[in-house]
């Protein structure tokens, strides 16, 4: 059964840090571009960051640029997403979409 579950949201202050992982399982995970989406409250899905098959490619939505940072370890099966200098809109659900999505990890950015 393919599958992917998020990890690493919580509570954080404007301006603070967090992780987020993504663990895959059920598919050959090397094989697939991964992709974090998010849906902040009261509003539909939206792109976040997208990353390569070989991890060497990422890319990003412009309200993310500089602030994040979408990776993957392919021996290890899991993508990450690291959150810097977050904000208060950038609270959320987030998503690790590939084949399938996962069920979201929240993340609420909050003094």
């Known amino acids: 059964e393919m599958q992917l579950v998020e990890s690493g949201g919580g509570l954080v202050q404007p301006g603070g840090s967090l992780r987020l992982s993504c663990v895959a399982s059920?598919?050959?995970?090397?094989?697939?571009?991964m992709s974090w989406v998010r849906q902040a409250p009261g509003k539909g899905l939206e792109w976040v960051a997208n990353?390569?098959?070989?991890?060497?490619?990422?890319s990003y939505e412009d309200w993310v640029k500089g602030r994040f940072t979408i990776s993957r370890d392919n021996a290890k099966n899991i993508l990450y997403l690291q959150m810097n200098s977050l904000k208060i809109e950038d609270s959320g659900v987030y998503y690790c979409?590939?084949?399938?999505r996962g069920r979201g990890t929240q993340v609420t950015v909050s003094s």
């Open positions: 979409l590939g084949t399938v």
């Open positions: 059920g598919f050959t995970f090397s094989n697939y571009a």
């Open positions: 990353i390569n098959r070989d991890g060497d490619r990422p």
